[in-house]
């Protein structure tokens, strides 16, 4: 015997679902990618110079140092060094500054 009671599925109701966030006239999203393709290049980023590239690799490889293990050592992201010293990493001077100062320390 069985004590459940009969489950029946109904049909939901016809209303349609309406969008969720703000709704942006196609106009005006057409506009603003025309703006911005009209503004011209982006401006183009600095890069590390070659001088401090070359002072923070002679500096790690005379610690005996390597990039993963300088990175752990300034809680820096993974790969840091490795962007700073192949050159593809944006200029931060806070940031050369505090590695030169880190590996002239230790």
């Known amino acids: 015997m069985q004590d459940w009671k009969t489950v029946t599925l109904n049909k939901m109701g016809t209303k349609q679902v309406k969008p969720v966030g703000p709704q942006i006239n196609p106009l005006e999203k057409r506009a603003r990618l025309l703006d911005a ?7 183009k980023i600095e890069k590390v110079s070659p001088e401090d590239k070359r002072d923070i690799t002679q500096l790690r490889i005379l610690k005996r ?4 293990e300088l990175d752990k050592q300034l ?3 993974k790969d840091t060094i490795k962007t700073i010293e192949n050159g593809t990493h944006e200029k931060n001077k806070q940031l050369i500054q505090k590695i030169k100062a880190f590996l002239t320390k230790v």
């Not at 140092?65 to 993963?68: H, I, L, R």
Request: proline share 14%.
């Open 37 to 43: 393709y009209n503004a011209g290049p982006a401006p």
């Open 75 to 77: 809680n820096l992201k």
């Open 65 to 68: 140092m390597t990039q993963s």
